[in-house]
């Protein structure tokens, strides 16, 4: 989880590599609407996203076994809702500064979210703070340092956490 360009794709990726399970990439959820809105440069409100919220939690409960998803998951009532789908879901959480998080944006050309948008994904962020399950990772670091990071925190928590 984490604000756009904190590295949820890169690091995901290995992540799911590495325990072998299956990579959930929570954009690829979005409905057209939410994807024209960004495009346009208009933030995604909680309206907007419920709905994607929904899908993404039926991803989760589709696969029992676990899987990685990336997602925004930016305030509290969203991953509570992720939770209630998948109890025991582990937060990762990509904390970038909001200078580094634009610059990463701005320099995707290609991808379909503009750096315009960035400072409301930080205005919209309610850190993971006292929540349960969540390891919080300066996002600055290496993304192969942090999936290793990642990998041995998820290994190691007890179910009961
Ligand atoms: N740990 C890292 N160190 C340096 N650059 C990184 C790191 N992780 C990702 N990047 C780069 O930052 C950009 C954004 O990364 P990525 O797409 O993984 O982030 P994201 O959180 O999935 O973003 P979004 O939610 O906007 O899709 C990419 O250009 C990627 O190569
Ligand atoms: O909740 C949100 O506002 C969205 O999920 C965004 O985070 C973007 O989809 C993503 O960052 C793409 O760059």
Redesign the pocket.
């Known amino acids: 989880m ?10 995901a990726a290995l992540v799911a590599r590495q325990l072998g399970l299956p990579l959930i990439e929570g ?1 690829e959820f979005h409905p057209p609407s939410n994807r024209e809105r960004m495009a346009q440069g208009i933030a995604l409100t909680d309206g907007d996203r419920a709905g994607w919220l929904d899908t993404l939690a039926a991803e989760l409960v589709a696969r029992p076994q676990g899987a990685v998803l ?1 997602c ?1 998951a930016l305030k509290a009532s969203y991953r509570d809702r992720l939770r209630a789908a998948a109890p025991g879901l582990q937060f990762a959480w ?1 904390d970038l500064d909001p200078a580094a998080a634009e610059a ?2 701005a ?2 050309s290609t ?1 379909f ?1 503009p750096s315009t948008l960035v400072a409301t994904q930080f205005a919209a962020l309610e850190p993971p703070l006292d929540e349960p399950r969540v390891l919080r990772l300066d ?5 192969e340092e ?1 999936a290793g990071r990642v990998v041995q925190w998820t290994r190691n928590i007890p179910a009961s956490a």
């Open positions: 984490g604000v756009s360009g904190c590295g949820k794709s890169s690091v954009d990336t925004s990509l990463r944006v320099q995707r991808h979210f996002a600055l670091l290496a993304a942090l």
